[in-house]
């Protein structure tokens, strides 16, 4: 599902495996999870063999991904990407830094935020545009989590760029559907839908625009975003 918010020249690579062969990661790799608790290894690992599929995607060959602060990812030189995993779901995005300045991705499972969460990771002004949470099961589109799963990809691509965390409260996002089942953010349909999204940043750096245009897309049960900036956003941003 990620294959389709990306442009043509970031290599992408799927899977919905919860596992991979033994054998699958570097000895660079196994030594980061030696102690990690099988979920944890899982995660790592289904991520990573993405990764190398998007890494041949791009005629590069397979290399250790380890990781920097806070978990993320190190690629190689001249290579920026980004990965997520969630249950049922994980994937990788790569593509060469001339083409790419910095791209992020996130996937979730298609469900309510759990309680408290919503406040938390949300503004005022978009809880008020996304409306109350829909009710699990009823085949509505469930807006806090897809906005959630936006933010995030929002931070993975603001953090490799300006070295700065930004909080959940420090992007406003706004949200429209494009699939023709409903004109934005608040309308019901089935959870089958697509659409694009503009994250205004509250925290700026001279490095990136100060909004951020990404997709979103809800597809069996998953709800995937994207956000990618080019190096002459000046000029052009966005996807």
């Not at 994980?90 to 991705?105: E, H």
């Not at 956000?227 to 002459?232: E, K």
């Amino acid at each position: 599902m990620i294959e389709l918010l990306l442009p043509a020249d970031v290599s992408s690579a799927s899977t919905r495996a919860e596992t991979v062969p033994d054998g699958a990661l570097f000895p660079e790799e196994e030594a980061l999870i030696a102690k990690s608790v099988a979920k944890r290894r899982n995660d790592f690992a289904t991520a990573r063999a993405c990764a190398r599929r998007a890494m041949a995607g791009l005629g590069l060959p397979p290399v250790a991904v380890l990781h920097g602060y806070r978990g993320r990812p190190l690629w190689p030189e001249g290579i920026v990407g980004t990965l997520t995993h969630c249950v049922g779901y994980r994937a990788a995005g790569l593509a060469r830094a001339t083409d790419v300045l910095s791209l992020g991705i996130d996937a979730e499972p298609h469900a309510p935020l759990p309680t408290g969460v919503r406040e938390l990771v949300t503004l005022p002004a978009e809880r008020e545009r996304i409306g109350p949470p829909a009710p699990e099961g009823t085949g509505e589109i469930h807006w806090d989590r897809i906005l959630f799963s936006a933010k995030e990809s929002v931070f993975k691509t603001w953090y490799p760029v300006t070295g700065v965390e930004l909080d959940f409260v420090q992007a406003d996002l706004t949200f429209h559907r494009t699939d023709g089942a409903g004109s934005g953010q608040g309308s019901q349909g089935p959870t089958a839908a697509e659409g694009t999204f503009a994250a205004r940043l509250l925290l700026t750096d001279p490095a990136l625009p100060t909004t951020l245009h990404g997709r979103w897309r809800v597809e069996d049960d998953i709800v995937a975003t994207a956000v990618l900036v080019r190096p002459d956003w000046r000029e052009d941003d966005g996807l």
